[in-house]
């Protein structure tokens, strides 16, 4: 190879995580050993999840587990082929009108995964005339389904609607969406979708939201951001996860009915991926109904989400702009966050950390989320876990 440069030369120079596996401080990659539970079993020892998106503790519900049973025994375990061509089952497409009317829309397509989602949809929609405007903070996913379009793409700064107005400004005149997080993934906040909305409109834009972490812990009914906020039709696209309060993997957009049958055909995830398992697809559809049928989970969340918000800030610790059961508590430098994780660990609690680029630099934060099914007990526990490991550390 004299004479050239080897492309996987960058592998060996990468050596950051294994410099923290060294050092006993790599917070990734753990193995669980059990269901996504409010107890987990890490290495053999039994631990409070407190970095799991199950909000609203569904993942082993009975009725969902029955119904991806059930669908196996009828279905099989795949779908051998892609939506487009052989891999649309009647599930599939009962489904997608169940989520349509859920999320009250026209009509909804349903992804593999929700990454899938955002790069199929934004790539499908923004062509190359067109400007889609982001948040700086939006999730990756989004990002990337910028980069895949061959649309112009301009950020704006995060939550800044002064921001947002500018960079609308500077590009009237063009086909624009706008494409925001609902809630924000590493902070908890909540999109300023209100005057988002109003400033999109008046520049004639269209307004898309990631409603991953909103779906089932927002709204009057757990519809998300846009019925939280009483403006589901005033958003022309929303996009949902299944991964989170819907129990499994996968992802949905909803909207009127020729935006959908576009994206259909056009969406390159979608057409070129195969089809979401006949598990997931029934996983999904049984925990629709128990949201619907059990609005008291989602009470029991937001009880559990103020009681660690509270105590949280009792013990000293800076949460950030968090609204929501993403609960952040920002420490600052990445080595803190890596080392508060991992004592914590030790003290039987699983959180996760966000470090740049995830975050900005010197803003590194633990991050937690909290589950319907959280015990009070549970919760006194992780408390009690994060005054040791804050006093220890001078964090507090």
């Given amino acids: 190879m004299t004479g050239t440069t080897d492309i996987f030369e960058k592998c060996s120079r990468f050596t950051t995580a294994r410099d923290l596996q060294r050092a006993g401080l790599y917070p990734f990659f753990r193995v669980i050993e059990s269901a996504q539970d409010p107890e987990v079993v890490l290495n053999g020892k039994k631990m409070i999840m407190v970095g799991s998106n199950n909000y609203l503790g569904l993942t082993n519900h009975p009725k969902v587990k029955e119904a991806a049973l059930e669908a196996v025994r009828k279905y099989g375990t795949g779908c051998a082929g892609s939506r487009f061509l052989n891999g649309t089952l009647d599930i599939h497409v009962k489904l997608e009108e169940k989520l349509a009317r859920f999320m009250r829309k026209e009509a909804a397509l349903i992804f593999s995964t929700g990454f899938q989602v955002n790069l199929g949809v934004i790539s499908a929609i923004v062509g190359k005339d067109d400007v889609v405007i982001i948040d700086k903070m939006d999730h990756a996913s989004i990002v990337d389904g910028c980069k895949l379009s061959y649309g112009e793409v301009r950020r704006f700064k995060h939550n800044d609607m002064t921001d947002l107005t500018r960079v609308f400004g500077e ?92 994206i259909k055909h056009f969406g390159r995830s979608l057409m070129f991926s195969a089809s979401p398992p006949p598990a997931s697809v029934a996983a999904v559809s049984a925990a629709i109904d128990i949201i619907e049928s059990e609005p008291e989970r989602r009470e029991k969340l937001w009880k559990n989400t103020n009681m660690m918000m509270q105590g949280l800030k009792d013990l000293g610790f800076q949460t950030g702009p968090s609204q929501t059961p993403i609960i952040p508590v920002i420490v600052g430098e990445d080595e803190v966050a890596f080392r508060s994780v991992i004592m914590l660990q030790e003290e039987g609690v699983f959180a996760n950390v966000a470090v740049s680029p995830a975050v900005p630099p010197g803003k590194a934060l633990i991050r937690t989320s909290y589950m319907a099914t959280h015990t009070d007990e549970q919760l006194e526990f992780v408390l009690a876990a994060f005054k040791k490991v804050g006093k220890s550390l001078g964090l507090i």
Avoid: W
Wanted: one cysteine or more; hydrophobic letters at 40%; charged letters at 25%.
């Fill in 171 to 262: 590009n009237n005149g063009r086909g624009k969406m706008l494409v925001v997080d609902g809630v924000f993934s590493m902070e908890g906040d909540i999109c300023e979708l209100p005057e988002a909305v109003k400033i999109a409109r008046n520049f004639g834009a269209r307004v898309m939201v990631d409603d991953a972490h909103g779906i089932g812990v927002l709204g009057k009914t757990g519809r998300g951001t846009a019925e939280h906020f009483g403006m589901e039709d005033q958003v022309d696209l929303i996009m949902g996860t299944y991964s989170k309060s819907l129990a499994s993997i996968g992802g949905f957009i909803a909207g009127d009915e020729n935006v959908v049958h576009y």
